[in-house]
């Protein structure tokens, strides 16, 4: 029987990885299929994959698969032909690959059987995730975008949404994915007849909500092929005109990439034009906010001046005030009924007035 999960310290994993010279690509890949023996599928793959020396993060699932990997250069091809002769539905998958980045991000292979690869809520097993709606390009999608009828949904975090987004797009504000599906069908039903695109960051939230759309009685619905990663790509390869306003928010020290040079957000501190997402420098807060430059010196880049007196106190203390706190509302809080969040629509009316 091989070995099927790793069993050396994460440290000495690290320090093997750091220790290698043959430079690493970094890829990400999802695909919604049918998968009839989960365990099994895992198995198998991650044979292949350790073998080449694969590293990250697998999920597998009834509803398909989702990886965000690292490969040594030399391996790719190899890889690449792996995971393609892995199912029929796999063949030919897009795989993406970042581009600035050292590959350093993983130093195991960790593959794990899931009842989902993107929570859902959902439990009707009537619900197939692969029946969805038409992929568009970015050409199609400016095409379509500009007809009247159409209406163009973001189903990402309402703190994505707010730093950047599709022209007319509107938004689903919800704190979660699963509170986003049913929110969605909700508002879209007076639109039942209407073209509806959705898109997302990378794809794999969009298309489950396309499938969800369909699998509600919606007849025309479309995503944005590859999200808004892919457009973007595609839109500056082809000298398209870019249709999606201000940043990118991406997971990683930059927080966002730029797309247009737009700032349609605001300081959620002053109201100042700002789209600097930034995490409070409290440790027992987090909270991730947008901060501009002034108010970043003024509260040294804490959401608050009672987050900016804790952090000058003596760790010790620090510590001590958050064992006694719980959970709310001071840790790392992603909710959009934040009270710094609440700002948000005042700062919208107090800079159309200005
Ligand atoms: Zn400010
Ligand atoms: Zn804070």
Redesign the pocket.
Known sequence: MPVLHNRISNEELKRRMLEETEPRRTVSFYKYFRIEDPKTFRDQLYIRFDALKVFGRVYIAHEGINGQISVPEGHFDAFREALYSAAPELNGIRLNIAVDDDGKSFWVLRMKVRPKIVADGIDDPSFDASRMGIHLKAEEFNELAEQPDTVIVDMRNHYEYEVGHFERAIEVPSDTFRDQLPMAASMLEPHKDKKIIMYCTGGIRCEKASAYLLHKGFKNVFQLEGGIIEYTRRAREKGLPLKFRGKNFVFDERMGERITDDVIAQCHQCGAPCDTHTN???D????L?IQCPACAEKYEG???S??QE?RQLPKELQRIRRAGRGNEP?IFNKSKDHPLRKHRDEWKKFNLHR
């Open positions: 409070c420098k409290n027992g807060c987090h909270l906010f804490c959401c608050s009672e987050c804790e001071m």
